[in-house]
């Protein structure tokens, strides 16, 4: 056998080029390792930027819950709620001084208090923009709030249904892109009842899907929820606006593709969650910054107590505690929107008691402040506002200091407002005239079927719609019919102005103002019309939107504030994440400073 021997030179050759084979190995394994630590850094720094950004959004969160507690004149002052470009467009949170990543996060990052653009963090707060013809077609967006009073709301339209069967349906009949099989689906999503309406779908139809489930046999959580309804699509709950900012952007689809659901006026480019709502409410705070006071609460001396105290004008009292002292048996329930405001006084709690001057059990209730102006107690023979007068002719108060001239009442009508409310609760589902949509006022035009007084406006918050439902008993019907309400709407759009801060005419902070412009020359169409109507809600929704000037993760927040009550911030009803939709908006748009917006990445 031949041998072969390795001098101890061609050793060392073995031995080095091993070693080379080693050290490449580990060259290549701390690379690696190298690049891995570098991945895991970016990836930290990436988390952390996004848990910072979101920060940023909460940050604007907390700033609206703390501005909408302000005093009305506070928030006039700084630039309104509807479009405030100051305080609502890239807000600064961070002004990039101070370090907010790397080893020296938290300390200042130069002597010269320089910007790093990376650093500096803002929020914006924005919402769609009516086009001119009113009608959110998601052509342009605004800095401020959403007012939830500018929508339909489902408690409402079920209330209605439950109130008068066919009337819930008729009222989603007249949004855009409904069918009875729709409407009926969503009204026997939200009833108690497991019976299906002609159209409808109950539990036997969603337990063969695929995976099963129950309707909701309640109002839902949210507006989102409707996708679980038949018929519901995501083309007719969203429109055309894919990444909810409420802009149709490039890439998304054509307005064309709505023909299908019959719609070509854009009244559905942004969908049903645009023009529907589930928590309109109304402020029970003056703004001072005071609780209102319950103008049928049951103790009258009580009542006079906080009248005195709050008007100067002891004839006004006078007249009010008069008003109220005659007993309910003395009145008929026939004229204007009487059946409606007491029905709301009963679903509030405003019953019962034992009458006479100390108790209001028996009293007169105000269904609206308009029964106080001198008009409405000298009109409509054997009416309920002439019984009002029949009766207080024998007490030394009986005449009205709230006088039928329109300038007057422009001075006086906002203070009442201002200051009183019908009942110890919240108003829910009036719409704002104002602000609202075309698509929302426009189902308020007189159409075949007589909307319900009682139906028409949900008053009251409780656990159950049927306990509403008993509470509110059977009521009485009112007809649009004799009222030219397509020209008044027509009116109300050409002559209103959507931001409050631009109102120079006090008036028309308040729903009465279309009688006082003639825009509604009959005052008992007035008083028919003025219990559908506010100008403002107390409930608000907001897109906001956090993101540093550059190298920056977004983070969109969807929030539903409720400010109706007094002394505490406002309330977070619910909150909805929609980073995971996109960006959304440039960097421009939300405020970045200007050389980010042209160099950053």
Known sequence: ??????????????????????????????LAFSKFMMAERRGTNQSLRQKQARLLAESGVEYLRIFLIKEQSVIFDLGGLYDNPTEFCGHLVTDGTIAMTGQYAGTQTNLQNEMDLRDVGRFSVLAPLLSDNDILTGEEIRYGLEDESCKINLRWVLQMEIQQPGYGQAMLMRLPGMTEEIADAILDWMDEDDEPREFGAENEYYAELDPPYYTRNATPDSLDELLLVKGVTPKLLYGID????????????????????????????????????LDSRESMVTPDGLDKINVNMDDLEELRTLLEERFENQTWVDYIISYRQQSSTDVSNTTGNSGLSGILADVTGNTGGTGGTSSGGNSRKINSFLDLVASSNSQSSGSQSSNIQ????????????????????????????????????????????????????????????????????????????????????????????????????????????????????????????????????????????????CTQGAVFKANIVGRFDEQSPVIRLEVWLDASVSGKPAKIIRIRELTELGPGYSAERLGADEWSRTYSQ
């Open 1 to 30: 056998m031949m041998k072969i021997n390795f001098n101890s030179s061609q050793r060392r050759g073995v031995i080095l080029v091993l070693v080379l084979v080693v050290i490449v190995l580990l060259t290549l394994s701390v």
């Open 242 to 277: 894919w990444n909810r900012n409420n802009i149709v952007d490039y890439g998304e689809p054509e307005e064309s593709t709505l023909d299908e659901l019959g719609v070509s006026d854009g009244s559905l480019n942004l969908g049903l969650v645009s023009i529907l709502t």
């Open 390 to 533: 029949s009766s207080l002719s024998n007490s030394p108060t009986v005449t009205s200091p709230f006088s039928d001239d329109p300038d007057e009442m422009n001075e006086y009508l906002p203070i009442l407002y201002d200051n009183l409310m019908i009942s110890d609760q919240p108003v829910v589902g009036r719409i704002n005239i104002n602000q609202a949509p075309r698509t929302v006022l426009e189902l308020l035009t007189a159409q075949e079927d007589a909307l319900t007084d009682s139906a028409m406006l949900l008053g009251s918050e409780l656990d159950t719609t049927s306990q509403l439902a008993v509470s509110m008993g059977v009521g009485t019907s009112t007809s649009f019919s004799d009222i030219q309400t397509t020209e008044i709407i027509e009116g109300i759009l050409a002559e209103r102005i959507y931001d409050p801060v631009l109102i120079d005419q006090l008036e028309m902070n308040y729903p009465f103002w279309p009688y006082t412009h003639g825009i509604i020359t009959d005052w008992e169409q007035m008083k028919k019309l003025e219990p559908y109507f």
